[in-house]
């Protein structure tokens, strides 16, 4: 997203570098505390009913013009609600769906009458809930997200079970893996070149593998003319 937006982005390694900001969060911290202290304010309902009051009074008094009046910053672009989405790479299934963890779409047919199915698209899910499917940057379809619950964007390959149960995301049953039936099933990696996995099968103390098979004499071959 930076680098569609040609945004540099720099690490602030040290609190001095985050001076600003550090400075903002201990007046939050500290004097939004005490203001809601006097006030007698003990409920979330009334803190968010005082924050306007509290912002203008902060502003007022400690808010400075700049000194230059040019803008700083650029116009956004047009596309600016489908840069600031969450991002996955999926591969097309053969009755031309594209799934997510709890949605999928159903992409309508090329121009020519070709299918979709095996090409490689990737599947941004947007601030307000809309699911987009671009094809080399090309937007081939878009679904809204249904009205029967509000949206939270959150990462669905990385939310936690708690969040995903909330926001109505999970895995189809044929996807689930029974963690039970997994931990019985011991497996390690291979070499490289010969597989991914496979299961680790121990031979017993008796198998003939374990001892070390017994010298045999060697026989000359007799009548093969050989000196």
Same mark, same amino acid.
């Given at each position: 997203? +930076?680098?569609?937006?040609?945004?540099?982005?720099?690490?602030?390694?040290?609190?001095?570098?985050?001076? @600003?900001?550090? @400075?903002?969060?201990?007046?939050?911290?500290?004097?939004?505390?005490?203001?809601?202290?006097? =006030?007698?304010?003990?409920?979330? /309902?009334?803190?968010?009913?005082?924050?306007?009051?509290?912002?203008?009074?902060?502003?007022?008094?400690? /808010? =400075?013009?700049?000194?230059?009046?040019?803008?700083?910053?650029?116009? *956004?672009?047009?596309?600016?609600?489908?840069?600031? /989405?969450?991002?996955?790479? =999926?591969?097309?299934?053969?009755?031309?769906?594209?799934?997510?963890?709890?949605?999928?779409?159903? +992409?309508?047919?090329?121009?020519?009458? @070709?299918?979709?199915?095996?090409?490689?698209?990737?599947?941004?899910?947007?601030?307000?809930?809309?699911?987009?499917?671009?094809?080399?940057?090309?937007?081939?379809?878009?679904?809204?997200?249904?009205? =029967?619950?509000?949206?939270?964007?959150?990462?669905?390959?990385?939310?936690?079970?708690?969040?995903?149960?909330?926001?109505?995301?999970? +895995?189809?049953?044929?996807?689930?893996?029974?963690?039970?039936?997994? *931990?019985?099933? @011991?497996?390690?990696?291979?070499?490289? /070149?010969?597989?991914?996995?496979?299961?680790?099968?121990?031979?017993?103390?008796?198998?003939?593998?374990?001892?070390?098979?017994? +010298?045999?004499?060697?026989?000359?071959?007799?009548?093969?003319?050989?000196?």
């Amino acid at each position: 997203m +930076l680098a569609e937006l040609a945004v540099g982005f720099i690490l602030a390694r040290s609190p001095q570098a985050k001076g @600003r900001i550090e @400075r903002l969060w201990e007046t939050l911290q500290d004097r939004l505390v005490s203001e809601l202290r006097l =006030r007698g304010i003990g409920t979330v /309902a009334a803190a968010e009913a005082f924050l306007p009051e509290f912002i203008r009074d902060f502003n007022h008094r400690f /808010a =400075r013009p700049s000194r230059e009046s040019v803008r700083a910053w650029r116009t *956004a672009p047009s596309n600016f609600d489908s840069i600031l /989405a969450c991002r996955y790479v =999926r591969v097309v299934a053969r009755d031309n769906t594209v799934t997510l963890p709890g949605r999928w779409v159903q +992409l309508s047919a090329r121009a020519n009458g @070709r299918s979709w199915q095996g090409c490689r698209v990737e599947a941004r899910e947007l601030l307000d809930g809309r699911l987009q499917i671009f094809h080399r940057e090309q937007l081939v379809a878009e679904q809204a997200w249904p009205d =029967r619950q509000p949206f939270t964007l959150v990462p669905r390959g990385s939310a936690r079970p708690t969040q995903r149960a909330a926001l109505g995301i999970d +895995l189809p049953e044929s996807t689930r893996i029974d963690h039970r039936v997994a *931990a019985k099933v @011991r497996t390690r990696t291979r070499k490289r /070149a010969l597989g991914q996995y496979t299961q680790i099968r121990r031979p017993k103390p008796d198998h003939p593998w374990k001892g070390r098979a017994p +010298l045999q004499p060697r026989t000359e071959a007799v009548g093969t003319g050989r000196t």
